[in-house]
Nanobody
Framework: QLELVESGGGSVQPGGSLRLSCAASGFTFDSYAMGWFRQAPGKEREYVSC???????YYAEFAKGRFTISKDNAKNTVHLQMSRLRPEATAVYYCAAVKTAYRHCPGYIYKHWGQGTQVTASS
């Protein structure tokens, strides 16, 4: 069974940092692109960042310079390091996966999703 489990969310003051993790199981992790998405209250789910199977990284414009995506193939884990968080970062963050060797991971529709983890950046 393919399973994605997010962790690391929580509450932080603006300017603070959080490190999200996504533990993956039940599939060949290193043949998948992995992505992070978020959904704020009253908003549609939006793309945040992704990392291709070969390890190329991509970011939404709002995430550039603030978020860093990484993965550890040996541990089947993806991380999203979020720094200098702003109130607008408040959302449920989801880990997602799609099987593809294509390097441009933002161009794919992600098929598999985790349950999400809440991030709240407020004072």
């Amino acid at each position: 069974q393919l399973e994605l489990v997010e962790s690391g969310g929580g509450s932080v003051q603006p300017g603070g940092s959080l490190r999200l993790s996504c533990a993956a199981s039940g599939f060949t992790f290193d043949s998948y692109a992995m992505g992070w998405f978020r959904q704020a209250p009253g908003k549609e789910r939006e793309y945040v960042s992704c990392i291709s199977a070969p390890g190329e990284t991509y970011y939404a414009e709002f995430a550039k310079g603030r978020f860093t995506i990484s993965k550890d193939n040996a541990k089947n884990t993806v991380h999203l390091q979020m720094s200098r968080l702003r109130p607008e970062a408040t959302a449920v963050y989801y880990c997602a996966a799609v099987k593809t060797a294509y390097r441009h991971c933002p161009g794919y529709i992600y098929k598999h999703w985790g349950q999400g983890t809440q991030v709240t950046a407020s004072s």
